[in-house]
């Protein structure tokens, strides 16, 4: 379950796959931080690994240079909203 200052992992206002990913990125790697990979919703970590931003390395999950990219520019564009 989301905690209250997320918004949910599925949400209508999203336009495309794509941009919910993006949306959520930062929560899903706080979720990854704690341990609680199995609170991603079904399909978002393959999803994240076919845009590159996260990998697997010995069965964990582990975020990527292109990940840490997104990470940044995620974190920026908050910061001008």
Known sequence: MPSPRQPP??????RSRAEMLERQFLHCL???E????????????SDY???????RK?????????GMKAV??????????
Not at 34 to 45: A, N, T, V
Not at 58 to 66: K, L
């Open 9 to 14: 992992l599925l949400s209508p206002r999203h």
């Open 58 to 66: 010995d069965g964990c999950p582990q975020i990527t240079i292109a």
């Open 30 to 32: 706080d979720l990854l």
């Open 34 to 45: 704690r341990h609680q990979d199995q609170e991603l919703p079904p399909g978002y970590m």
């Open 72 to 81: 940044r520019a995620l974190q920026a564009a908050r910061k001008t909203v």
């Open 49 to 55: 690994q076919a845009l590159g931003w996260l990998d």
